[in-house]
Structures are given as C-alpha cells and as structure tokens.
Nanobody, 125 residues
Framework: QVQLVESGGGSVQAGGSLRLSCARS????????MGWFRQAPGKEREGIAA???????YYTESMRGRFTIAQDNARNTLYLEMFSLKSEDTAMYYCASAVYDDGGSWLDENEYHYWGQGTQVTVSS
C-alpha cells in the first residue's frame, strides 16, 4: 500500500504562486512514477505533470512553463511549483503514484494506482 498526502493548497490572487507538496509513505517502488492532476468543478480530471524515477519529466503543453514538478527522494516528497496563477487554475489538486509502467502516458490518470485526497487551490482575480 502507498499513502499520499497533499498539502500547500490555499487561496491566492491571480498572478501569485503556490507550492504543493505530496508526502508519500508505505511501499515505494524504485521504478514508480508520480504525477499531479487537477479537477475543477464540473470538469474532468486532467493531468498537469509527471516525473519518472530517473527524473524525466512530462507536462501537459498548456501548463508547461507555469508549473514545475520535482521530487525529493530522500524525503519521499513530490512537489508542484505553480507560478502566474490564473482564476482558471482553481481546482482540487491531486498527486498520484504508479507502481509499474504499462507503457501509457504518465499524464493519463489511468496509469496510476494510488491517489491522495487532494488539496484545494483557489485563485481569485
């Protein structure tokens, strides 16, 4: 089992920044990948960024440049730095962990096996 706990969400004005954290505990596969997703009210969950165990990163193109994913393996923590936030970034943000790679896109939620409870980000204009 893997437990994921997100933190760092909150309310921020447009143009501001936030850093989300995701603490991972339990069974940790050395080959696992992790990702950040978000879901706004009335919309489907969408992928933001993902990072493989070797440090390779992937971004949804519309978010590249404003979002940065990083991980601290020593602390088993995943981060998402968000810059120049917009009102449309308001959503619940989730981190996810994959136990194995079945060849799909790391920006596809179906590739992940464990999910955190989410942390709310609200951007006011």
């Amino acid at each position: 089992q893997v437990q994921l706990v997100e933190s760092g969400g909150g309310s921020v004005q447009a143009g501001g920044s936030l850093r989300l954290s995701c603490a991972r505990s339990g069974y940790i596969s050395r080959s696992s990948s992790m990702g950040w997703f978000r879901q706004a009210p009335g919309k489907e969950r969408e992928g933001i960024a993902a990072i493989e165990s070797d440090g390779s990163t992937y971004y949804t193109e519309s978010m590249r440049g404003r979002f940065t994913i990083a991980q601290d393996n020593a602390r088993n923590t995943l981060y998402l730095e968000m810059f120049s936030l917009k009102s449309e970034d308001t959503a619940m943000y989730y981190c996810a962990s994959a136990v194995y790679d079945d060849g799909g896109s790391w920006l596809d939620e179906n590739e992940y096996h464990y999910w955190g409870q989410g942390t709310q980000v609200t951007v006011s204009s």
